[in-house]
């Protein structure tokens, strides 16, 4: 599944000639961002398709986030070679006006209600993956653990196999982090995933549509935008949106959130001791380890932050480097589990909000409880490699531990 | 003597959740998760704290305080 990476050329300077996908940036991004806001807060590089821009400040990308009138969400990944045609997955490549019918199709299904009616799901597969993980001192609460949860549940939601995370995670892993650098991999992986849609789409019978169950897909299958039933582009874009976006993302945060935990024991027996912390704490970590960084195009020159952006420009929207700015965040880069006052971005910002997150939240606050109920005294295992992914979302896929003492 | 209320700008609000979650009896979510204060928005006492918070926790800065 990992193919060779071609070699790039080291960075040298950050601010002009910037890439994410530089293993110093993979491994620990922070200090770089420091260092950009402090000597050239909208950074370039000519590595990608009509060049890249990254704001690495808090009111920088906040003011992105909210223009759509210079910053179009019809690509939504930077890439080395852009993607032609653009691939519609609305309602996240939308802009107004299309934008707000092809969301308010989906919210219902991701509001607060709905969403906790999830919960004992999302709590019977922890426990199922921590029961097989059973007494073992040794295990990896990213491969053993995390990376399984959002898959589990988004493909409960969507009606389809649970054991199809295997094929999940590697369209993902095509798409997201493999199709950054190589675009070749990138139709292939998208035509399969349709495929896969159409052929759960035919399994519900196309016709008679009051017999179609209470999942995601049956439901896009009944919906409407102003009277008509979905076109077959925007039905399976959307549907490959639900299944890329909710996996690695909500995989990434808890993983994050356990490494911090397997790493920082003097926080983790906090939270032992004291569940009532869990809400303001899981807002911290996603604070702290946002996952998601987003991307806009230029679509008409402007300038942000004293710097212009070029038309046809693609432009990294990092929530992540908003979210440590400290312009923003009194000890930005420190991960503190009671910080009351926490406006952070981890969800993005204006229209585009990450429609799942509350379903991310749910995820997040059950994977977490379950496993320190489980494993109250897990530690990063002795000499342990962890290791990062690359690209759009930021999350560890190894985290070796040892879940007792 | 007057009266503390919070209020939700719909224009502004985006269905973060944040208010809801920090304080459930001043907040509540609609079908589509976007939030509005419950009744008319008057904070019962004790509850003040909670709604500052709630304010200050709003990514959108949607969520409002009025003393009338």
Not at chain 1, 208 to 219: C, E, Q
Not at chain 1, 295 to 300: D, I, L, N, S, Y
Request: charged share 25%; proline share 8%.
């Amino acid at each position: 599944m990992n193919r060779e990476k071609p070699a790039r050329a080291p960075v040298q300077d950050w601010g002009k000639d910037f890439d994410h996908r530089d293993p110093r940036w993979i491994e620990n991004p922070f200090p770089i961002w420091d260092e950009l806001r402090g000597t050239c807060p909208v950074a370039t590089s000519a590595r990608f398709e009509d060049g890249a821009y990254f704001a690495s400040r808090y009111a920088d990308v906040r003011e992105i986030a909210y223009d759509a009138e210079h910053f179009s969400s019809r690509r939504v990944i930077v890439r080395e070679k852009k993607v032609n045609p653009v691939q519609p997955a609305p309602p996240i490549t939308s802009d107004p006006p299309e934008h707000t019918p092809a969301r308010k199709l989906l919210l219902p299904a991701f509001a607060p209600q709905a969403i906790a009616r999830l919960e004992p799901r999302a709590r019977a597969l922890c426990r199922e993956l921590l029961d097989a993980i059973g007494d073992r001192k040794e295990a990896d609460a990213a491969v053993d653990y995390a990376q399984h949860i959002p898959v589990r549940l988004i493909a409960h939601m969507l009606g389809v196999p649970e054991t199809d995370g295997d094929l999940f995670r590697r369209w993902i892993h095509l798409v997201l982090e493999v199709g950054i650098s190589d675009e070749s991999v990138i139709m292939p992986a998208l035509t399969e995933m349709s495929t896969y849609f159409f052929t759960e789409i035919k399994k519900r019978g196309a016709v008679d549509k009051a017999k179609h169950g209470d999942d995601l897909i049956s439901f896009l299958l009944g919906a409407r935008m102003e009277g008509q039933p979905l076109s077959d582009p925007h039905l399976v874009g959307t549907l490959r949106l639900l299944l890329v976006a909710g996996i690695d993302t909500t995989w990434s945060a808890i993983g994050s959130t356990l490494w911090h935990l397997a790493t920082h024991p003097e926080d983790r027996k906090r939270l032992v001791a004291d569940p009532l912390l869990m809400p303001t704490a899981i807002e911290e970590f996603l604070r702290a380890y946002a996952p998601v960084t987003m991307a806009r195009e230029v679509v008409k020159e402007t300038t942000v932050g004293g710097c212009p952006f070029k038309e046809k420009g693609q432009v990294l929207l990092s929530f992540p480097a908003a979210n440590r700015d400290p312009a923003m965040f009194p000890d930005a880069d420190k991960v503190l589990i009671d910080r009351a006052e926490n406006r952070h971005a981890a969800f993005g910002l204006g229209r585009h909000r990450c429609l799942g997150s509350n379903l991310a939240r749910l995820e997040m606050t059950v994977a977490v409880e379950e496993w320190l109920r489980r494993f109250p005294e897990f530690r990063l295992a002795p000499g342990a490699k962890v290791t990062w992914s690359e690209g759009t979302v930021r999350g560890p896929r190894s985290i070796p531990v040892f879940t007792r003492v | 003597m007057k009266v503390m209320r919070v209020r939700v700008e719909a224009d502004r609000c985006q269905g973060h959740n944040r208010c809801c979650a920090i304080a459930p009896e001043l907040f509540e979510a609609d079908e589509l998760g976007n939030a509005h204060a419950k009744g008319d928005g008057a904070v019962p006492p004790g509850l003040e704290a909670k709604a500052q918070l709630a304010m200050r926790n709003c990514p959108e800065h949607a969520v409002r305080i009025t003393h009338e």
